[in-house]
């Protein structure tokens, strides 16, 4: 079956075969081929058209980031349960040396995360890291945050992830706006973890201490 699909998407979309005898350097990425023609490629089989079609966008070394990032959007759209696009996404080629590159693949990975909250924060908390650490952009890395902390509420979310922003917000030297949001996350009635509300009280009592010898 995996063997009629991968001839199946060769056909249907341009595509060479996996595995290239040929040593000449990888093609240029075709456009992406449009969600409805993957769709009809896969037969009914979307996981697995879904996987071959990340392991041929593996094979272009350099490929065009607005080709690519369209590749990534309408393989997570055949199916939406798949970490592979946003793996690589986040962790691929968000890592690249080229800044321009690497705010292209972090802004995918926030407009996805916003699809699907609950399954994609882990993703959106890796680039506020690179945002923060890589990029050094502390607002860019507040951006991510603050979606973290307004989208993702759900059970599965931990507190660090939900906290990202206000110690982003202490990095920029922002703690005032820090004491507001930790007052507000307090006020709430949203937390219900002991351990996160004290943590938090700790928190802004250090923040009022520190405002208070401004």
Do not use: C
């Not at 973290?148 to 030297?173: K, S, T, Y």
Request: proline share 8%; hydrophobic share 45%; glycine share 4%.
């Amino acid at each position: 079956m995996i063997g009629l699909l991968a001839a199946a998407l060769a056909a249907q979309l341009g595509v060479q075969a996996l595995r290239r005898a040929d040593p000449a350097p990888p093609p240029e990425l075709p456009p992406a081929p449009g969600l409805q023609a993957l769709r009809l490629a896969s037969f009914g089989e979307n996981e697995a058209t879904a996987r071959l079609a990340m392991v041929h966008l593996q094979s272009y070394r350099t490929p065009d980031y607005t080709r690519l990032l369209e590749w990534l959007g309408e393989i997570l759209a055949l199916d939406p349960r798949s970490q592979y696009p946003l793996f690589s996404a986040a962790r691929v080629y968000a890592e690249n040396a080229d800044p321009a590159r690497s705010r292209m693949a972090l802004e995918f990975v926030y407009r996805e995360f916003l699809r699907d909250p609950e399954r994609r924060w882990g993703w959106l908390a890796h680039a506020a890291l690179l945002a923060k650490h890589r990029l050094k952009d502390l607002p860019l890395a507040r951006r991510y945050a603050q979606a973290l902390q307004r989208h993702a509420r759900g059970p599965g979310v931990p507190p660090w992830a939900r906290q990202m922003e206000i110690f982003i917000l202490e990095d920029m030297n922002e703690l005032e706006a820090a004491k507001v949001l930790i007052a507000g996350l307090l006020e709430s009635g949203q937390l219900t973890d002991p351990a996160e509300l004290r943590f938090l009280k700790q928190r802004l009592e250090e923040l009022e201490a520190r405002l208070s010898q401004h």
